[in-house]
């Protein structure tokens, strides 16, 4: 192991042993292990050798895999900051986030569908279900819109614009779970 991995060990059960809220305790630990994965000897060896460390330190703790590990680095990746490790995003279950990981790239998306599981009362279930029923873009097309009284009416000869649609795409694992909404030239909707 690098000089170095006692010094990592020792940062990583600190966090740890604090009484924190779980995901924030699972965002410190990813950003501890972004940092020192930068070392120059880092190796995969070494997120391996931390699983084996901890599980020995913490028997009853959980979560403590190589895999879960790995998962922790990448939330802390996709939400730099530590605010979004707490407020209401902490209310929403890890496995919530771990889903929200997997089928989304875009923040805008996961802060979108975090939030509607947390008002909703979503389960895990549910989340991945309007995951692949693409829920955001269903939303953002129903939405009427907003009368304008400044703005002339329009003659009905005028065609609609074209239907909006959400640039960001939605990818998971198994494939694309992305549908594409285009407008055709009589202002309907389509899905290809």
Known sequence: MPSWYPAFLETITAHLATDREPLLIHWS???????????PDWTSRCLVHLSTDLMARFPAHKGL???N???MRAFAEAW????????????LPWYHHLTLLQFLDSPTLRLWYAREALDHDWTRADLKANIAANL????????PAKPNP???KRDSDTP????????EPISGDSGV?????VGNEDGETEEE
């Open 80 to 91: 730099p900051h530590e605010a979004y490790a707490r407020g209401p995003l902490a209310a």
């Open 29 to 39: 630990i990813g950003r501890e292990i972004l940092h020192w994965q930068q070392k």
């Open 69 to 71: 590990l790995s998962y």
């Open 136 to 143: 955001y873009r269903q939303a953002h097309l129903r939405r």
């Open 177 to 181: 779970l992305e549908k594409r909404v």
């Open 150 to 152: 400044t703005r002339p």
């Open 160 to 167: 609609e614009p074209a239907a909006p649609s959400c640039p």
């Open 65 to 67: 895999s190589v895999r």
